[in-house]
């Protein structure tokens, strides 16, 4: 049973919480500010330049997009809105993540101090579910803010029920299905709420399932369900293996297991194990706050779970939030010995990974700046010549070249000189695409129309043909 020893009398203790936390996210994240554009993101930039979505805004927002997505907010409006205003330029896209996740902050922290009145609870769910290093990417990458943003109206949309606001929670609900897909659940989890805290009011959310059917109806009737590949449904015995997967990456340890080969595999499994445990005693420490936390992670993890050949750690932010919420409540609990030797196991496993992970994708994505950059600053300097580019390794090639960024800088005249697909590993076919046909490229060449440029190392500087 939680306890109430810990009170929240004032406004400033309330507030408190979140400005900490959120001095500790901006702290500890800076580096994530700063990440450019990589990989995806070149995609989703190409709405803004689509000549068929310059007078058809409609369809710019609801179209179905990549593998089916209709998500207006959180991708398309997103994407389409922030380049006509400020053109190739990370940073307003960083500051609007950046502003979406203290949001959550602030909002997790409002549910939390609802659920058990409690200031601890409230700051230790909120530093949990930032240490976590599996939702990093969704922090630090800015073509997963969906994953952030769709958990601002699930937040706020549980808050306006608790506080008996309906009319405005269900505007929110409806408003957080254009974010991303999984706010479908938002119904499970205010009937989840009422079960634990207050029944009375579970006939309340029975219309909400109408509507997450009828959603559902209508995206699937305009995006039909693709039946091949890694984002195909498959309901089948693997679910319970999908989840057990997930499980292991939002404990932690698995995912400090990628940065520290030379640790010993038990010793993972150990830790993970403890942590198992150490969670289950936390739920029964706290357990009506425990059980919503539970719950949390696996109804927002359900609609991930058919999807066995595409297990991806962003897709835990919003799951993650239970795990923390479960920490957060035992902390405030009479097994306060047991919760905070789980929850320093826990942070002393996510802690460390989640800054190498974030040192991962800063890396990343500053490796596609400075090959995009090189090249761009010499197409400028050297108007009307074919770029040929050599000496690309692999990470170069998926970061910063093959979602073909020069578009989005309305340059189509950059291409992969002849060989240089050779240094290119797991490529397949994508990288051919990018080759022109090798007696053009001697014309060109001869003609003086093209120039070699070797971006090795992400050092743009002119080259002859290697041989090939």
Sequence with gaps: MASSAITVPTPAIRYAGWLIASVVFLAFYWRGLECWFFQDDWGW????????????????????????????????????????????NALPFRMVVFATVLADLYLLNALVLRLTNSALAAFGSQIFWISNAAIVQSFCWTCIYNETQYLFFVLLALLLFMEGRYGWQIAVFILGLGSLETAVMYPCLVSLYTLLYDRKRLRLTLPLYLISATYTFIHFWAAPAVKTGP???????????????????ALGPESLGHFEWAWPAWSIVIATGLLCVGILACIAAAPKAGLLGAGWFVILLTPVLALPTHIS??????????????????????????????????????????????GWVYERSLN?????????????????????????????????????????????????????????????????????????????????????????????????????
């Design 45 to 88: 930039l190409h709405i803004a330049i689509d000549p068929r979505y310059k007078r058809d805004v409609l369809a710019m927002l609801f179209a179905p997009k990549a593998h089916g997505n209709i998500r207006p907010w959180s991708e398309n409006l997103f994407f389409f809105g922030l380049f006509r205003l400020f053109g190739v």
């Design 231 to 249: 984002y195909a449904l498959q309901i089948d015995a693997r679910i319970f293996s999908t989840l057990a997967r997930y499980i292991e990456l």
């Design 313 to 358: 750690d962003y897709l835990l932010t919003g799951p993650a939030m239970g795990l923390a919420i479960i920490l957060g409540a035992a902390l405030a609990s009479r097994w306060r010995a047991v919760s905070a030797l789980t929850a320093a196991l826990y942070l002393l496993a996510s802690v460390p990974a989640a800054w190498k992970a974030t």
């Design 368 to 468: 596609s700046r400075s090959l995009v950059d090189g090249v761009v600053e010499y197409d400028r300097a050297h108007p009307g010549k074919q770029l040929l580019l050599t000496g690309m390794d692999t990470d170069q090639f998926f970061a910063g070249f093959a979602d073909q960024p020069f578009e989005d800088y309305r340059m189509h005249n950059v291409h992969l000189a002849p060989g240089a697909d050779r240094a290119i590993e797991n490529g397949g076919r994508r990288a051919l695409l990018f080759l022109l046909p090798l007696p053009e490229v001697h014309d060109l060449l001869a003609s003086g129309q093209a120039v070699i440029l070797d971006v090795s190392g992400g050092h743009v500087h002119e080259a002859i043909l290697p041989e090939h």
